[in-house]
């Protein structure tokens, strides 16, 4: 039988990941709620999801390519552009998502237990979605401008993989943060403007020069950039700073994990 | 034979001040200025300890602010104990309310879904329930339909349905029994009775002492975070009526005049002042008035409304002898028998009369008001049906005259 014990606090480092694994279906159900409520509207609602990035992507293979005039490896900008933004994307809605997923279920969260875990996660999962399908078009532009994808193409999972833990790491601190001071909300966006800038999403890291890429490579996006664009177009092989980018991801992805593992049990008294 | 829930010195403290969300100026101004209201702190629950054996169902009554859905929170484990310790054997689904989760622009049937495995079913339980619960909830022809599309009505059964056909070992109830309308409502209490009989480890929280005598085995009463009585449903919520005295019970301005006036009137069960009657008990007015000048000339006499409805009239005449009145203080006390009134609210008109003229020496409309809640009899009266309108509840003599 089913047992369960029920005291004050717990062990920093106990994820409660039995359970996580025994409520694995409300994971997929948060998931296809968000996606069905996001495009259950119209057919509209589809294309405003498309349009945004689109008009970022325009934007920044315009200035990068006239105004600074960047080493795309031989691609074309808008390839070169959107296979950085593929992740990049992908990692700001996580971001954003994950970060406000408690304080947006809060009628939930105050009367049903599940693991909370959950909500940050389904927004991991529903991102996917878009990330499949930014992909999708990133293949059908390679074809239509004639190459053919890369043989480096099965490190994307990699990739992809680390993408994930960045922004669910990232959102697991906004989530833990916002609970307490609902400030975090608003620099949420913030953050995420300014890491558009210092990502190297339309330009390539090595173009920023020696002295500043191991910088750089400390913000853990620009490994998982260059990582996926070498993967998709096999240009500019990772360097050691790809490693110094793992290690970030995995230092915020841990520590976000216990943060928000500390005040789980407290989100129903506080929020 | 083990316990299905075992709680152990559980407390819940909340710090008053530190609570709730603050913005990050706020949390530093505290810091700077070790401000102690900051620090004040509640005890919602305090040191609470007992057993629920398997296919108990047991209610938790108390008023307002008493720690029962405190404690229902902690079980549930959404809120986290201070200290104490809980163990449960076997599956908990806890209802704090209905509908959790449920999106306006999903469909009935995707809501079912969603609703259900945020209460803990798996999909399968789900598939396998789905019909029943459709059935049950009465809006089949809308189950495609978004649910931001529904009547209140349509949308609070349909999440009761979903909620009734959860089947853990323990399932906690919050109150959400009293949904929908009066036919609902009754299925519910039907449902949750086929529930309460179906083995189930059941904790329910409710002020509602009518649904907590017919379904619970076993009542427990709190106030302000403490345990105070722990036993049958008759005993603890008799208790429990004892304990809900008025603030204004009796109270009033006397009315002194040279003639006679009341001192004290007051409406008791037992010895115990009451406001709130159950049917299952009889009551009593007690009245106390002062006679200044002796006379033969007086009745006391008693108006028993209903809203705005007459429900009797009497004078102290109908059973006593007393006609003479001497100077000094008088005591009288009508009693009513229980099953007498039907549910609601009544008050008193009282009177010191002279009956020669009719006019009054003390007036005392709208005095003692207080409820009557026919809901606490149906464990003793299966033949009674609530809300069956009347006055009164008068059984007559039944017979069977023919062969």
């Known amino acids: 039988m089913h047992k369960t014990v029920i005291t004050h606090g717990k062990a920093w480092f106990d994820f409660g990941l039995k359970e996580l694994y025994r409520y694995r279906e409300l994971l997929w159900i948060l998931t296809w709620r968000d996606l069905k409520v996001r495009y259950a509207q119209t057919i509209v609602g589809v294309l405003w999801a498309i349009i945004n990035p689109l008009f970022t992507l325009v934007v920044l293979t315009f200035v990068f390519k006239t105004v600074a005039d960047v080493d795309t490896g031989g691609y074309p900008h808008l390839l070169f552009t959107l296979s950085g933004m593929a992740a990049w994307t992908y990692f700001s809605s ?58 480096t193409l099965i490190y994307l999972p990699a990739f992809i993989f680390l993408a994930i833990l960045a922004g669910v790491g990232v959102g697991l601190w906004i989530s833990a943060m916002s609970i307490r001071f609902r400030d975090f909300m608003y620099v949420t966006p913030l953050l995420l403007r300014l890491g558009m800038f210092i990502t190297p999403i339309a330009y390539p890291v090595s173009s920023v020069g020696e002295k500043w890429e191991t910088l750089m490579y400390l913000n853990p996006m620009t490994g998982i950039i260059e990582g996926m664009r070498w993967s998709i177009l096999g240009i500019h092989p990772p360097t050691e700073g790809l490693t110094l980018s793992i290690i970030v991801v995995a230092v915020v992805f841990i520590s976000g994990l216990i943060v928000f593992n500390r005040i789980e049990r407290k989100i129903a008294d506080i929020i | 034979m083990s316990k299905a829930i075992e709680i152990e010195n559980l407390s819940k403290k909340f710090q008053l001040g530190a609570i709730g969300t603050q913005n990050l100026r706020h949390w530093l101004q505290g810091l700077m200025s070790k401000d102690p209201r900051s620090k ?341 009266h299966k033949g009674y049906a609530q809300k069956r309108g009347g006055l009164t509840i008068f059984p007559g003599e039944w017979k069977k005259v023919n062969e």
């Open chain 1, 94 to 151: 996580v971001v954003a998502g994950a970060g406000g997923s408690i304080i947006s279920s809060q009628q939930m969260v105050s009367k049903v237990y599940f693991p909370r875990l959950l909500l940050p996660l389904s927004k991991a999962v529903g991102a996917l979605v878009d990330l499949a399908v930014v992909l999708v078009i990133l293949t059908i532009m390679l074809f239509w401008y004639g190459f053919a994808p890369s043989s």
């Open chain 2, 40 to 380: 004040e702190e509640f005890w919602a629950l305090q040191d609470i300890s007992f057993d629920v054996a398997p296919g108990e169902v047991i209610g938790l009554i108390g008023r307002n602010g008493a720690g029962k859905s405190t404690l229902l929170k902690i079980i549930s484990r959404i809120s986290e104990p201070t200290s104490g310790k809980i163990t449960l054997n076997g599956r908990v689904s806890s209802l704090l309310e209905v509908g959790t989760g449920f999106h306006p622009e999903l469909t009935g049937r995707e809501n079912i879904f969603l609703n259900g495995s945020i209460l803990g079913m798996t999909r399968k339980e789900i598939k396998s329930k789905f019909d029943e619960i459709v059935d049950f909830s009465g809006v089949e022809k809308f189950i495609d339909t978004p649910v931001k599309r529904y009547s209140s009505g349509m949308y609070v059964r349909l999440a009761f349905s979903v909620a009734a056909h959860l089947e853990p070992e323990i399932l906690l109830v919050d109150e959400v029994l009293a949904v929908g309308d009066h036919e609902f409502q009754k299925k519910c209490l039907g449902k949750m009775g086929d529930i309460s009989t179906s083995g189930r480890t059941i904790i329910f929280v409710s002020h509602n002492m009518g649904a907590v005598a017919e379904l619970c085995s076993r009542a427990i009463l709190f106030e302000q975070g403490k345990l105070i009585t722990d036993g049958t449903v008759d005993d603890t919520i008799g208790k429990y009526i004892q304990g809900s005295t008025g603030p204004d019970q009796g109270a009033f301005e006397p009315s002194p005049n040279e003639h006679a006036w009341f001192t004290k009137m007051e409406l008791k069960r037992q010895d115990d002042l009451v406001h709130t009657l159950d049917l299952n008990h009889d009551f009593s007015l007690e009245l106390t008035f002062e006679v200044r000048t002796p006379t033969d000339d007086l009745d006391v006499a008693v108006i028993l409304m209903k809203g705005t409805q007459r429900v009797f009239f009497s004078i102290h005449k109908d059973q006593l002898e007393t006609h003479f009145f001497a100077q000094g203080t008088h005591s009288f006390r009508m009693t009513l028998p229980s099953m007498y009134l039907t549910g609601g609210n009544y008050h008193f008109d009282i009177y010191l009369r002279r009956p020669s003229d009719g006019s009054h020496y003390d007036a005392q409309p709208q005095r003692i008001q207080f409820t009557v809640d026919e809901l606490s009899l149906n464990t003793h």
